[in-house]
């Protein structure tokens, strides 16, 4: 399941790959990863744009579209998108007035998701939704968005808990998400301060991503691990030491497995994620790991050094 090093990898490849090139068709293949946007809205607001900027919180991937050219836009059809969340909605209205604004496409992987950036021949008509899938096109392609000279960038997703949508700010949308701040950005300060007023178990705390973005269940198994935490230990439990520890080890592990591109083959050998399986052993003591339930999560830890 893509966490924040795989969400930062997507990111930095949309970036070297996908900014400056005006889009010049988009294919949605399955409406059902949008989120609270229309096919024909997304379209129609995309074409025509290209992405400017990416932006990473958390999990959340952000791209900017912006205009190509502002003048002499003709846009007949007016829409308006309700984002809601609680109480929250954001209005995006595309008119004359608005079309000239830039949103962003937001992205977020699911448990399946990824981008791919690819070519495709230029002789294939625009629009050309009809044919199930375009020569190069990734298998279980559900959003296609095609630039000029062939290239196109592919949001494929097996299992379709992936959602794109727009937004008019990476800011509004935390917000109105109620996210936490984004794990490799916060300071201790706000961490400590933070982990002292939840309660529960500590793993449960660290996958709320109300509390800090970018943690999934694997990544909070070795950061519970480096920092030598039993995954059950109560937030009460944990001491300004602990704390300290649990804060190096989150900023220790993300840079790690962006640095190592979430390849767990050649993560460093005192990793857990190597060994995350039945009969894995602990890479730093070799005791048998044991296997619990966290709030039905699946958890691995060694019971030698994370008493």
């Not at 990476?170 to 961490?191: C, M, N, S, V, W």
């Not at 449960?204 to 030598?228: H, K, T, W």
């Not at 602990?282 to 005791?287: E, L």
Request: charged fraction near 25%; hydrophobic fraction near 35%; aromatic fraction near 8%.
């Amino acid at each position: 399941m893509p966490e924040l090093p795989e969400a930062e990898m997507v990111r930095r490849n949309l970036e070297a790959n996908c900014l400056g090139k005006g889009i010049s068709d988009v294919i949605v293949r399955d409406d059902r990863i949008l989120d609270n946007v229309d096919v024909a809205f997304l379209a129609r607001y995309l074409d025509g744009r290209r992405f400017t900027s990416t932006f990473r919180h958390g999990k959340r991937i952000f791209l900017k579209a912006e205009e190509l050219q502002v003048e002499n836009k003709q846009v007949k059809d007016k829409h308006i998108v309700n984002q809601q969340k609680g109480n929250q909605q954001l209005e995006i209205q595309q008119s004359e007035n608005h079309r000239s604004k830039d949103l962003w496409l937001t992205i977020h992987l699911g448990m399946t998701g990824w981008i791919d950036c690819l070519n495709i021949p230029d002789n294939i008509l625009k629009g050309e939704r009809s044919v199930k899938s375009l020569p190069n096109e990734p298998p279980y392609t559900r959003l296609l968005i095609r630039f000029g000279r062939g290239e196109a960038m592919a949001y494929t997703d097996p299992r379709l808990f992936g959602r794109l949508g727009l937004t008019k700010s990476p800011e509004d949308f935390i917000r109105q998400r109620y996210l936490g701040p984004d794990a490799l950005k916060t300071d201790f300060d706000e961490f400590s301060k933070g982990l002292r007023k939840r309660k529960g178990c500590v793993k449960s705390i660290l996958l709320d991503q109300g509390f800090i973005a970018g943690l999934g269940n694997l990544y909070a198994d070795e950061v519970l691990f480096q920092a030598g935490i039993n995954p059950q230990t109560k937030s009460c439990a944990v001491n300004n030491a602990k704390s300290s520890r649990l804060f190096g080890a989150i900023q220790e592990v993300l840079n790690t497995a962006i640095s190592s591109s979430s390849d767990f083959n050649i993560l460093p050998g005192s990793y857990l994620l190597p060994h995350r399986h039945l009969g894995g052993r602990c890479p730093k003591d070799g005791s048998v790991l044991k296997v619990i339930k966290v709030n039905g999560r699946t958890t691995y830890f060694c019971p030698e050094h994370q008493g």
